[in-house]
């Protein structure tokens, strides 16, 4: 298991932008597929971004294709994703999560690790 810490949640405006991190503990962060997902109140949990052991492919979800980046530096350990142009409609809790493996998968049942969340929250 990997553990794992978001950071760079915050408040703002519609059209605005903010660069979400997650940090990875452990020595085989290159095993791991890494993913973002988001959660807004009352909604079920939704597959937002992945990006393989290698950092070759990424996958985004229609919602934040163009509007979003995920990028990981395996000499740091870390996974972050830039999300530009928001709307208020990514107003949710985004947590980081870690697959082991390389294959992507979009369902959160395939990640078997998740940090605590980081709240991104978007006035219209």
């Not at 990997?2 to 940090?23: D, F, I, K, T």
Request: proline share 2%.
């Amino acid at each position: 298991q990997v553990q794992l810490v978001e950071s760079g949640g915050g408040l703002v405006q519609a059209g605005g932008s903010l660069r979400l991190s997650c940090a990875a503990s452990g020595r085989t962060f290159t095993s791991y597929v890494m993913g973002w997902f988001r959660q807004a109140p009352g909604k079920e949990r939704e597959f937002v971004a992945a990006i393989t052991s290698s950092g070759g492919s990424r996958i985004y979800a229609d919602s934040v294709k163009g509007r979003a980046t995920i990028s990981r530096d395996n000499a740091k350990n870390t996974v972050t994703l830039q999300m530009n142009s928001l709307k208020f409609e990514d107003t949710a809790v985004y947590y980081c999560a870690a697959r082991q493996g390389y294959h992507i998968v979009i369902q959160p049942g395939g990640f078997g690790s998740w940090g605590q969340g980081t709240q991104v929250t978007v006035s219209s």
